[in-house]
């Protein structure tokens, strides 16, 4: 049985000291629906009666999801801890999740009792350290018969010692890994735990892999105009040997990865499926009871059943239900053929004068209604809703904590709910928003944003939006050119990779008589400004919190800065950023469309996917939006929270106008 996710005993380290307090699941009946769904019509079955599943959690990345995923379909979960673990297991699934380098620097240096220890490193001797990161007991370290006679002489409180990882890293968790596949015992890998398999990665290398499968894993060729990341909805292309992916083909499937591993004569065996992007990569491999796959199958939404008789079935059984369940059932299935455009749901979440968190809407970035009371808007309570909008036939669901700055984050324990709550029940991606940035408590203790995003992939999130911190970590880049490392987007993306990190861009339109009236990006606009003004320019903005006691603090978007959309733009891609949520204060709760000009403008001028936000009010304003720019995909809110406008319609509509989209 699966130990509990955050125990740990009265005597350790806690990051978060919240999780001391009793759990109620009444404390959170606000937020909606808090019951995990029992729907699956796949359920645990094998023909030993065994229905323990061995998980192999390294600890980075949203790992949570593939936990929810495991149990919907009525099976247990065995946390790996010890190698003898992976020797031990019937069943073996590897989700990884994040950078290459580091998934490789626990497996091949540490147990997994230390598994959380990635993200932070000591100052002395830059051994990745459990010091400042909240986990489980090393159950490793005291199971360990070498430990024994350590065991009378060693108190948890020193586990925060770097020191003790050069005893742990005895046990190589790399070396039984590979025994086991080598035996072709039943495996399955997901995205990095596919790409480990491989010789060695280009990713902040060349580092070596597991070396089980010729080849390298390189990263795409954005030259060809082609986004990195690869994120989205793809499809397959399934060989004769893919035995579990028969089904499969006609479905897209979600990918998020900027490297992959390319087909060779050395590698052909081991080929499931490919997809293409650009090139053709590996998208699934198999040999025997050994499978491991590029996309993410809890994420997929799809209805994959396959028997357990040969194991390389689970989360296949996971997503293929799930198409059926979650997916969009108003049309008639077609055949995926690239990479669809997709269409997100944000929820916009606050605190109400109430204390509940709610989802709101507002108009031009004010949720207050225009009444006496003058309360904040109310359209639902967000677990409930996002569970809707999955069923509806989402393809992701993002969450904007719209109070996340007033509030240290780490304590934004309701948030943090939601994030496992609905990913309890949607099994697309999630995103977070909203306070992810560095800062010292009250008591002096300092958190990195590092810290507080590993939070929220730990609590359901598959990426985290930064706003604020981007907007000072592209003003301090523009200054001086230097990539100091320590900014947000470095940490974040160097650990869990760049298509973990979105930067949300808040700008509002500033027309101009001449593109030499500022020394900043300018354009000619399709509609004139209001004294017959022929160009304009994106003023990034932020909104100011008395709260805070910073004075440069940018907070919710109405603050302006110096610095525009396009050079922000440019500076984060180059910081880390993967993807671009692209608002526009002047469209907001408009419904009169995107604005056209400022997502041309950003998605001609960047490599990563754009995500075009602010002012649908109508289905063609998303086939608009696509047949005019290069936006990878279209975000609405307030149509569908009040219901205007469903997400099947929008899909039938695009689907009328020869846009690929999942359905």
């Not at 934004?412 to 099994?427: A, G, H, I, K």
């Not at 030499?516 to 300018?522: F, G, H, M, N, Y």
């Amino acid at each position: 049985m699966e130990a509990p996710p955050f125990a740990h005993s009265a005597s350790s380290s806690s990051l978060f000291t919240l999780r001391n307090k009793p759990f109620s699941p009444a404390r959170f009946s606000h937020l909606g629906n808090t019951k995990q769904s029992r729907n699956f019509s796949v359920r645990a079955s094998s023909s030993s009666g065994d229905t323990v599943v061995t998980l192999l959690d390294y600890g980075a990345g949203n790992v949570r999801s593939v936990r929810n995923a495991i149990r919907c379909l009525g099976f247990d979960i065995k946390d790996v801890q010890t190698p003898e673990d992976i020797f031990n297991a019937n069943r073996l699934v590897f989700p990884g999740v994040g950078a290459f380098a580091a998934a490789m620097e626990v497996l091949s240096k540490t147990g997994l009792g230390t598994r959380r220890s990635l993200v932070t490193k000591t100052s002395m001797d830059g051994i990745w350290s459990p010091a400042r990161i909240d986990h489980e007991p090393l159950q490793f370290f005291y199971s360990s018969p070498s430990f024994a006679h350590m065991r009378n002489h060693i108190m948890v409180g020193l586990l925060k010692c770097s020191n003790l990882l050069g005893c742990i890293k005895e046990a190589l968790m790399d070396e039984a890994l590979c025994s086991y596949i080598e035996k072709d015992r039943p495996f399955l890998g997901i995205c990095l735990g596919l790409q480990l398999l491989f010789e060695s990665s280009e990713e902040n290398g060349p580092v070596k892999g597991l070396g089980l499968i010729p080849g390298t894993v390189g990263r795409f060729d954005s030259s060809n105009g082609f986004r990195v990341p690869h994120i989205g909805w793809n499809a397959l292309q399934i060989t004769s040997n893919s035995g579990i992916l028969d089904d499969v083909g006609n479905h897209h499937v979600y990918f998020v990865h900027s490297y992959r591993a390319m087909p060779s004569d050395d590698n052909n065996e081991w080929i499931s499926s490919t997809c293409d992007y650009g090139d053709k990569f590996i998208a699934s491999i198999r040999r025997g009871n050994v499978h491991a796959v590029q996309f993410h199958p809890e994420k997929s939404g799809g209805e994959f059943y396959l028997p357990f008789y040969s194991f390389g079935s689970l989360l296949f059984s996971l997503i293929y239900r799930n198409l059926n369940h979650g997916g969009c059932k108003f049309f008639k299935r077609g055949k995926a053929s690239k990479l669809a455009k997709r269409v997100i749901a944000c929820l916009d979440v606050r605190t109400n004068d109430k204390g509940d968190l709610v989802v709101t809407k507002g108009d031009q970035y004010d949720v207050r209604e225009h009444t006496k009371e003058n309360e904040v808007r109310n359209l639902g309570k967000p677990v409930d809703l996002a569970g809707q909008y999955y069923k509806d036939g989402a393809d992701e669901v993002s969450f904007l904590n719209i109070t996340g700055f007033r509030d240290f984050p780490l304590g934004d324990l309701p948030m943090l709910q939601v994030l496992r709550y609905t990913s309890e029940n949607v099994f697309v991606p999630l995103t977070v928003g909203g306070g992810i940035r560095d800062f010292t408590d009250s008591n002096g203790r300092y958190y990195s944003s590092l810290e507080v995003a590993s939070e929220y992939f730990r609590s359901g999130a598959d990426k985290i939006s930064i706003g604020s911190d981007a907007v000072y970590a592209a003003e301090e880049y523009i200054k001086t050119g230097v990539k100091t490392g320590k900014t947000s987007l470095e940490q974040i993306s160097r650990v869990y990779g760049n298509q973990a990190v979105v930067v949300s861009i808040d700008p509002r339109k500033v027309y101009v008589k001449d593109p030499s009236d500022v020394q900043l990006k300018t354009i000619r606009v399709s509609s004139l400004g209001p004294n017959g003004e022929e160009y304009a320019w994106y003023q990034c903005t932020g909104e100011s919190d008395e709260l805070m006691l910073e004075i440069r603090c940018v907070n919710g978007g109405r603050e302006g800065r110096q610095i525009g959309a396009y050079e922000l733009a440019k500076a984060v891609e180059e910081l880390g950023a993967g993807e671009i949520l692209l608002n526009c204060i002047d469209c907001d709760g408009q419904g009169k469309g995107f604005d056209v000009d400022l997502i041309k403008l950003i998605s001609d001028s960047v490599s990563i996917p754009v995500i075009a936000s602010s002012g649908a009010g109508a289905p063609e304003h998303f086939s608009e939006v696509f047949n005019k720019t290069n936006a990878s995909a279209a975000l609405a809110a307030g149509i569908f929270h009040r219901k205007e406008v469903p997400i099947h319609s929008v899909k039938e509509h695009l689907l009328k106008e020869g846009i690929e989209v999942r359905i």
